[in-house]
């Protein structure tokens, strides 16, 4: 299969959204791995003797519990051991915790190889891959994932080892300027283009609908009423010509991705801070996603701290290469301000405060979160930087079951997904985490990963660091 083989404020946040979309994902010929297979399911498997922690009610848990599974589906989840099929492969989990497989809300998979694995070996079982390539980009050398939809197909019919990915759209776009890269951005310059562009998704078969910083006013309003005739949820940025209040008081979106619409990254608040409870109250009444992506604006740093992420010791998963683009896409973003182009006074990791403002207003307000990363750009490692994600969200004043809630449970909300996966009950995605100690006490637990269950499939995590490091070793000689 192939994919084995403004003013002012508005043109910075452009110019630094493409630098990262584009310079980024430049670059030499990606390496394509091919990742291994997922293994035979067992029959009927039975987990047992463990703390149960559903995600159904706010941090409810069922000690000496079961879960049962039958293929790749939950069939039974309680403490009636007389529920156990006699057939079932009995799994012990004495003083282990089981919770739902994580999910990622903002991942780009697109030129390393690995981040499949990397997700698994974290406890990512689920992913929103949040672009895909357009037509003419399917042959790009530069990009592993070049067919995106086939990948994303060839993973909920459990074909490989990976998260089950749901696919958005490419990104629609104004192309003016040198930053337009036909791969990732599709042409969108007026209403009737807008209509198109969706019928075009719909038709083939993208599950949600993104747009970006640029796209027109009358493009954005003719896409949203288009898209909520085709049942086709409209992620991303919110277009610099349309107002943060008119997206929520109308909500006109699905999910606003990193925080766009409150804030320019490269600059200052879009609205005085004395209005920022107002939007958070906003956001929660009309029900729209908000993923903050805070790990991708941590990672924006000055030059002399590019290699900070080495401490993480999942980033020897990360090819020279890759590395490489990065850090000169990091490094372009502190030229820019030295050289003080218009706009550029300040990177995200230096005014962290001010993002971290309005996930705080967002969590006291109770608006919809979901956690996601932006994980395959500018020093995410896929997999790890969630756990950071979530760890933030608790020190901004989330509990640990309302932070582990917005990679499961309300992930799921986020992905439209609800009625699939994101919580332990009969009729659920058989994605698990079985982990060694609690994480409703402490949010790092999540970390203790004993058994990664995929689509039924018990992986231990150190069988998938073994599988990550043989595909490295076969790639490096």
């Known amino acids: 299969m ?48 463990a703390n149960v922690i559903p995600m159904t009610e706010p941090d409810m848990v069922l000690e ?90 060839s993973t909920q019919r459990g074909d490989v080892l990976s998260p089950w990915v749901y696919q958005a759209s490419p990104i629609h776009e104004a192309r003016t300027g040198k930053y337009f890269d036909r791969s990732l951005y599709l042409d969108i310059n007026s209403a009737e283009a807008g209509k198109r562009a969706v019928q075009i998704a719909s038709e083939k078969g993208f599950d949600y609908f993104k747009i970006y910083n640029k796209l027109p006013r009358t493009a954005f309003f003719s896409v949203v009423e288009e898209a909520e005739k085709f049942d086709l949820p409209v992620v991303g940025h919110v277009p610099h010509e349309v107002a943060i209040e008119e997206v929520i008081e109308g909500s006109l979106m699905h999910s606003i991705e990193h925080l766009t619409g409150y804030i320019n990254p490269f600059g200052k608040m879009k609205f005085s801070l004395d209005r920022l409870d107002d939007y958070a109250e906003l956001s929660a009444v009309a029900g729209i996603w908000n993923v903050p992506t805070l ?23 990360i090819s020279a290469s890759n590395r490489k683009i990065w850090s000169g896409s990091i490094n372009s973003f502190s030229s820019l301000i030295k050289r003080k182009v218009d706009g550029y006074s300040i990177l995200p990791s230096e005014h962290i405060k001010d993002f971290e403002l309005i996930v705080k207003a967002l969590i006291e307000a109770d608006a919809p979160i979901a956690a996601g990363t932006d994980s395959g750009t500018l ?39 609800a009625n699939e996966f994101g919580s332990i009950q009969a009729g ?50």
Not at 382 to 403: Q, Y
Not at 459 to 466: A, N, V
Request: charge should be negative; proline fraction near 4%.
């Open 379 to 417: 020093n995410v490692v896929a997999g790890t930087s969630l756990h950071k994600e979530l760890e933030s969200f608790v020190e901004l004043g989330m509990t640990p079951w309302e932070a582990l809630a917005s990679s499961t449970s309300h992930a799921a909300e986020c992905f439209g997904k």
């Open 2 to 49: 192939q994919w084995k083989k403004c003013k002012n404020g508005m043109i910075v946040f452009l110019l630094g959204i493409m630098l990262l979309m584009t310079s980024c994902f430049s670059g030499p010929r990606a390496v394509r791995v091919e990742l291994p297979d997922l293994k035979m399911a067992q029959v009927t498997q039975a987990f047992v003797h």
């Open 295 to 317: 790990e991708v604006w941590k990672n924006i740093v000055t030059p002399d701290h590019i290699d900070d992420i080495d401490s993480d010791p999942w980033t020897r998963y």
């Open 64 to 153: 000496n519990a079961i879960v049962v599974i039958e293929g790749n589906t939950i069939t039974y989840v309680g403490t009636d051991y007389d529920r156990i099929p006699k057939s079932a492969d009995v799994i012990d989990c004495s003083g282990k915790w089981i919770v739902p497989g994580l999910a990622d809300a903002h991942v780009h998979l697109l030129f390393n190889s690995l981040d499949p694995l990397l997700f698994l070996a974290n406890g990512v079982t689920s992913v929103r891959n949040m672009a895909s390539l357009t037509d003419s980009g399917r042959d790009d050398t530069r990009f592993a994932f070049n067919v995106p939809l086939e990948f994303r197909d």
């Open 428 to 477: 659920f995605r058989a994605d698990l985490l079985v982990l060694d100690n609690n994480p409703l006490k402490d949010i790092s637990h999540l970390r203790d990963i004993n058994l990664v269950v995929v689509q039924g499939i018990p992986y231990k995590q150190s069988e998938l660091i073994d599988i990550l490091d043989q595909l490295v070793l076969e790639n490096t000689n």
